[in-house]
C-alpha cells in the first residue's frame, strides 16, 4: 500500500506522485478513471478499469454459447475466419 499527500492548485489539478504512477502503470499523456465512493475517490488507469468492465460484461457468455473448452473456441475462430474468407 502507498500513502502519499498531493496538493490541488487552482485548476482542480493534482500531480500523482511518481510511486503512484509506477504503481498503476500510468504515464505522460495516459487517461485515469476516477470512481468516487462515498467520502473516497479510488483511481484506476483507464485502460485497466475498461478491460475489467468488459470482463464483467462478457462473464458466462462463453458458457451461453457452449464454449467451454479451448477447443470449441478454436474451432469458433477457424469458422470465423472461413468465413471472413468467403466475403
Do not use: F, H
Amino acid at each position: 500500500m502507498i500513502v502519499d499527500n498531493a496538493k490541488v492548485m487552482s485548476k482542480g489539478q493534482i500531480t500523482l506522485p511518481k510511486e503512484i504512477r509506477v504503481q498503476l502503470g500510468i504515464d505522460t499523456g495516459d487517461r485515469v478513471t476516477l470512481i468516487c465512493e462515498g467520502d473516497q475517490v479510488v483511481m484506476m488507469n483507464a485502460a485497466v478499469y475498461a478491460m475489467k468492465m468488459l470482463q464483467q460484461g462478457m462473464a458466462g457468455e462463453a458458457k451461453k454459447a457452449d464454449l467451454t473448452t479451448e477447443e470449441d473456441i478454436n474451432a469458433l475462430i477457424k469458422e470465423m475466419r472461413t468465413k471472413e474468407e468467403e466475403v
